[in-house]
Nanobody, 122 residues
Framework: DVQLVESGGGSVQAGGSLRLSCVLS????????MGWFRRVPGKEREGVAS???????TVARSVSGRFSISKDDAKRTLYLQMNSLKPEDTAMYYC?????????????????WGQGTQVTVS
């Protein structure tokens, strides 16, 4: 079975940095799309960044210039580098993967999700 396991979350002061990782296992091929999403209780899930199998990235305007997404296909690992963190970045961060998504940035296309890692910025 396909599994996604996030790590790297934690508590950090405003202006600090974190790097999230997401390891994919159980897949026979690399996904067409992978992405990072976040959710704050009481609010809708928000797309943060996505990357296609050929490396095309999309980053949300709210994090552009501060966050970057990358992947290591050999390690089946997705990363989210988060710099200049702000309190409004506090959320549960989820990674997702899909092999047939038509839009890598839209969460509605993803069928495989991790359990999430909490990021708290104070």
């Amino acid at each position: 079975d396909v599994q996604l396991v996030e790590s790297g979350g934690g508590s950090v002061q405003a202006g600090g940095s974190l790097r999230l990782s997401c390891v994919l296992s159980g897949a026979t091929s690399n996904p067409f799309c992978m992405g990072w999403f976040r959710r704050v209780p009481g609010k809708e899930r928000e797309g943060v960044a996505s990357i296609s199998n050929d490396g095309v990235t999309t980053v949300a305007r709210s994090v552009s210039g501060r966050f970057s997404i990358s992947k290591d296909d050999a390690k089946r690992t997705l990363y989210l580098q988060m710099n200049s963190l702000k309190p409004e970045d506090t959320a549960m961060y989820y990674c997702a993967a899909d092999w047939t998504a038509a839009d890598c940035y839209s969460g509605s296309w993803y069928n495989y999700w991790g359990q999430g890692t909490q990021v708290t910025v104070s």
